[in-house]
């Protein structure tokens, strides 16, 4: 599933060929992708121009100057294509402007399509009970430390919790740890202070990496522009049970919730 970066590289990706355009026409090749869209969504976004991008958690935002926005997921396998050559059986949702057409691709249809008023982003249901943001401000050892306090449920879980922290997915969940030298499976209440301030700085840094390696390739996820990240070249434990860690120790996986954990024991207490 596409996770934080890939939403914030699609974001980035899309930029350069929406903000300022003008939404010329839209074409919906079906009623619903994991909901149905919009009433009137094609009405509401035609003659509209595009005055910012942006993202929250592991949604995209395309804002108009009507004082809609369009939210964005990308589900399990959704990716937008810049001009392509033609439109495929799962370009669900086309939008073209003057000199660009861009095809929401959706092969499961687990994405999803919202258009919200701008000024009430904040309280729409998916949003209002988001946790900060993880390169955002608002997110410090001291916001971890009033979440954790007390807390007996394994640390990654709560990293988990979008009420904890907004956008983190399983991989970077998995690599952050890795690097901050915390088990996944340690009760979050017991983490100190200097541990969740290694943890905080670990969660941006392997963040913007991701970021600036244009995400990890899953399935069959892809950047706007059809190139493929490569963050999964840096993975340290993520995805290798059973090799060698850096510390000498060997790479471990566990199953909880359906959901893989990579983690060292040696050198993750």
Not at 43 to 56: D, E, F, K, P, S
Not at 75 to 80: F, H, L, P, Q, T
Request: charged share 25%.
């Amino acid at each position: 599933m596409p996770e934080l970066p890939e939403v914030e590289t699609t974001v980035r990706g899309l930029e350069p060929v929406l903000k300022g355009a003008r939404i010329e026409g839209v074409t919906l090749h079906r009623a619903d992708l994991r909901r149905p869209f919009p009433e009137g969504l094609g009405q509401r976004l035609i003659g509209a121009i595009v005055t910012g991008m942006g993202r929250r958690a592991k949604y995209g935002l395309i804002e108009t100057n009507r004082g809609d926005t369009l939210i964005f997921h990308l589900g399990m396998s959704g990716r937008w294509r810049i001009d392509p050559a033609e439109i495929g059986k799962h370009d669900h949702f086309v939008i073209e402007t003057a000199n660009h057409r861009l095809a929401l691709n959706d092969p499961r249809r687990f994405g999803s399509l919202d258009l919200v008023q701008t000024d009430a982003l904040a309280a729409w249901p998916a949003f209002k009970a988001l946790g900060p943001e993880p390169l955002g401000p608002d997110f410090s050892a001291k916001h971890l430390a009033a979440a954790f306090k007390d807390r007996i449920a394994p640390v990654k879980a709560l990293l988990l919790d979008q009420r904890v922290v907004a956008g983190l997915g399983n991989i970077y969940v998995c690599e952050a740890l890795f690097i901050a030298g915390i088990a996944p499976t340690r009760a979050a209440g017991t983490i100190t202070r200097p541990q969740l301030e290694r943890l905080v700085t670990a969660i941006r840094e392997v963040l913007e990496a991701a970021i600036r390696a244009g995400g990890s390739t899953l399935r069959d996820y892809a950047r706007p522009d059809g190139e493929l990240g490569y963050f999964a070249k840096e993975w340290r434990v993520y995805g290798r049970e059973g090799e060698p860690c850096r510390c000498g120790g060997l790479v471990e996986r566990r199953v909880d919730s359906g959901r893989s954990t990579f983690w060292c024991p040696k050198c993750q207490r």
